[in-house]
Nanobody, 114 residues
């Protein structure tokens, strides 16, 4: 089992930046796959970025070049650095982990507005 706790969401102007954090309750090396998903009102949850235990990252086409997923193993934490935020980025952002089954954090809200 693992608990995932997100933080770092908030309100930012278009073109601005935010960094989301996801703290895991166990070593992130023991988690088969971790990622960030987002869900906007009326839309399905979609994968934003993922990282393997080996550190290989993958991004949705809509965020490539703007978002960067990274990790800090000593803190069992993964991050999502979001730059050049656009009006289509607002959503509830969820941290995801897989250890035999899916685990989700509670979500953190990202709002982009001038």
């Amino acid at each position: 089992q693992v608990q995932l706790v997100e933080s770092g969401g908030g309100l930012v102007q278009p073109g601005g930046s935010l960094r989301l954090s996801c703290a895991a309750s166990r070593s992130i090396f023991s988690i088969n796959r971790m990622g960030w998903y987002r869900q906007a009102p009326g839309k399905e949850r979609e994968l934003v970025a993922s990282i393997t235990p080996g550190g290989i990252t993958n991004y949705a086409d809509s965020v490539k070049g703007r978002f960067t997923m990274s990790r800090e193993t000593a803190k069992n934490t993964v991050y999502l650095q979001m730059n050049s935020l656009k009006p289509e980025d607002p959503a509830l952002y969820y941290c995801y982990g897989y250890i035999g089954r899916d685990y989700w954090g509670q979500g953190t809200q990202v709002t982009v507005s001038s």
